[in-house]
């Protein structure tokens, strides 16, 4: 699987979006871009994925790059339960494809 | 539906003990994944297992480790002779057959710890 590149933390006020980049320059054509998110001392949280269209659901918002290199999660109006560490992740379509988890990105939202 | 369950949801075992771990995945899913969360580190990918088949293996430390996936029960990961450096909280996933776009959920883990 690609890799990706998050930033280690940022924050945002509470009822404002919060835009989370990620760059997976090395993608290649069959992988999809994962987003979950782990809120302390749980199990990771499926967001969204997306192979090259935007995506949206009743989390957030995947915008996804026309050269596929990057990608950006939105959560339209944050609360402070969003806080956790947010993974962008890319994961082959092939069979026998595992999620292969960095570092991510502590998102920490501010009252 | 429920979701993927895991039990026990807190374990403690002796040094050398053996500490089992319990996976339900989801409804229709046939496809069970472990991952290891040391304290205050990532997620570590162990094992891939198909129902009777382990797929991937190549995250699971070569001693002691174990797991399988039966036609009928839940998964089970299997630690025996347990050490101090095995506490960490343990999540299982589960997916419908590989497709491309499908969507690993996870349960909310197990945490070990070793005394």
């Known amino acids: 699987d690609a890799k990706t590149t998050q930033p280690p933390s940022m924050d945002c006020a509470e009822g404002r979006a919060a835009n989370l980049p990620c760059n997976h320059s090395?993608?290649?054509?069959?992988?999809?871009v994962y987003w979950y998110r782990q809120i302390h001392s749980q199990g990771p949280q499926y967001i969204i994925h997306g192979l090259k269209n935007n995506e949206t659901n009743e989390m957030a918002s995947l915008i996804i790059t026309e050269d596929r290199k990057s990608s950006t999660l939105i959560l339209p109006h944050a609360t402070l339960r969003d806080t956790a560490v947010y993974y962008c992740?890319?994961?082959?379509?092939?069979?026998?494809?595992?999620?292969?988890f960095g570092k991510g990105i502590t998102l920490s939202v501010r009252p | 539906n429920a979701g993927v369950m895991q039990n026990p949801r807190h374990l403690v075992r002796r040094r050398g003990q053996e500490a089992r771990l319990r996976c339900s995945p989801m409804k229709g899913h046939s496809h069970v994944y472990w991952y290891r969360q040391l304290p205050e580190e990532g997620l570590k990918f162990m094992v891939y297992l198909q129902k009777e088949n382990i797929i991937d293996e190549s995250g699971m430390p070569k001693e002691r480790f174990s797991a399988e996936f039966p036609k009928e029960g839940p998964s089970i990961l299997r630690i025996q002779q347990v050490v101090r450096g095995d506490s960490a909280a343990y999540f299982c996933?589960?997916?419908?057959?590989?497709?491309?776009?499908?969507?690993?959920?996870f349960g909310e883990g197990s945490w070990l710890t070793v005394v």
């Open positions: 992740i890319v994961r082959a379509s092939g069979a026998n494809s595992k999620l292969t």
């Open positions: 996933a589960s997916s419908l057959p590989q497709r491309p776009g499908n969507t690993i959920y």
């Open positions: 090395t993608i290649s054509g069959n992988e999809y």
